[in-house]
């Protein structure tokens, strides 16, 4: 035992020696190799959290904004909340039978939609007819309901896993090593926020009202003596691109100090958060390890990755390998 223990210390003296990282922190992140991304994210946090560093942010400015698809969990072949979409219109179209010959309904309920052969825009605007025309009249509450019933129940298409054993597991790992350490963690999603709030909790430890993602256009009703917020079939908001930095302004007030993305569709949140003052960390994840998950990026239908992958290397945003900067991939 006393053996075990002067190795222990050796082995953190030595971490410390070549890292500069505390002691304190050289046990974190277990399921990430010990790679140049592991050892920014720690010396990041150890600077922003250790009282007399130069670089010490006070608690209420410890604010991180994550992307959800491919940055927190697998995306590919089709979006989850697209997959629940798809889902849904084959359960409504019986009491929508203006939906049989009409676009992208007739394609959804034949099985012609299922990611292969459309074009980015394509799925997008595909994806987006889908969730707001199936969310129609339906209280917020009770979406999330029937999006929880769906995720127990339903697995991901190409991994054969079920969606919760398809969130990474390093993320959820850093997730809560920031929380840990005084962070604030926010989903800033192109997915509904209803519907990532109805999994953000058991996926991520991450509360509802933390989630800030597209938005149905809402109102307010009286149905059979109770009121209810009921959404409608056209969005008030998307929370992509450029709508990303607005959305936090929105809900939180403030600009974060670290963001984690994965596409273009994180681009301008990335900006915003590193551009602004004092100590900033930048984070995409780069999807290059088809043996444990998939290998895509700038020709991706779902997920892609090319302007923001040219801007990292112009800003020295940190690119995660997933398949040289990870140990592990899934639960």
């Known amino acids: 035992m006393n053996l075990k223990n002067s190795l222990f210390r050796l082995g953190t003296f030595l971490f410390v020696l070549v890292t500069g990282i505390g002691p304190a922190f050289c046990n974190e992140l277990p399921s990430w190799n010990d790679t140049a991304a592991k050892r920014e994210i720690l010396n990041f946090v150890e600077r922003t959290t250790t009282e007399g560093s130069p670089d010490y942010l006070p608690r209420d400015q410890r604010i991180s904004v994550f992307d959800n698809d491919g940055t927190l969990i697998c995306e590919q072949p089709i979006y989850i909340q697209f997959a629940f979409a798809l889902n849904r219109v084959k359960e409504l ?3 929508k039978p203006e939906w049989i010959n009409k676009e992208p309904f007739t394609a959804a309920l034949d099985g012609r939609m299922n990611g292969n052969g459309l074009t980015h825009e394509d799925q997008n605007r595909d994806f987006a007819k889908l969730v707001w025309s199936t969310s129609e009249n339906q209280a917020a509450g009770d979406l999330a309901i029937a999006a929880w019933d769906w995720l127990d129940r339903a697995e991901n298409p190409s991994l054969k896993k079920p969606y919760q ?3 990474y597991l390093p993320m959820r790992e850093l997730l809560e090593f920031l929380r840990s350490k005084g962070f604030q963690t926010y ?3 192109g997915g509904g926020s209803e519907f990532v709030r109805a999994y953000s909790q058991k996926f991520y430890g991450i509360p509802p009202e933390q989630i800030i993602g597209s938005q149905a256009k809402m109102v307010f009703v009286e149905r059979n003596g109770r009121h209810e917020v009921v959404m409608e079939s056209e969005p008030e908001y998307f929370t992509n691109g450029p709508a990303k930095p607005f959305a936090i302004v929105r809900n939180i007030g ?23 003052g004092g100590p900033r960390l930048g984070l995409l994840l780069h999807h290059d390890d088809e043996k444990r998950e998939f290998a895509y990026d700038r020709a991706s239908v779902v997920g892609r990755l090319d302007k923001a992958l040219d801007e990292a290397t ?4 940190r690119v995660v390998s997933m398949k040289n900067d990870w140990k592990q991939v899934f639960p």
């Not at 403030?254 to 602004?276: C, H, I, Q, Y």
């Not at 112009?314 to 945003?317: D, S, T």
């Open 314 to 317: 112009k800003r020295n945003w």
């Open 93 to 95: 179209a019986p009491t």
């Open 254 to 276: 403030k600009r974060p100090v670290l963001a984690f993305g994965n596409s273009d569709g994180d681009l301008e949140m990335l900006l915003w958060t590193t551009t602004g």
């Open 165 to 167: 054993k398809t969130v």
């Open 187 to 189: 989903i800033v999603s």
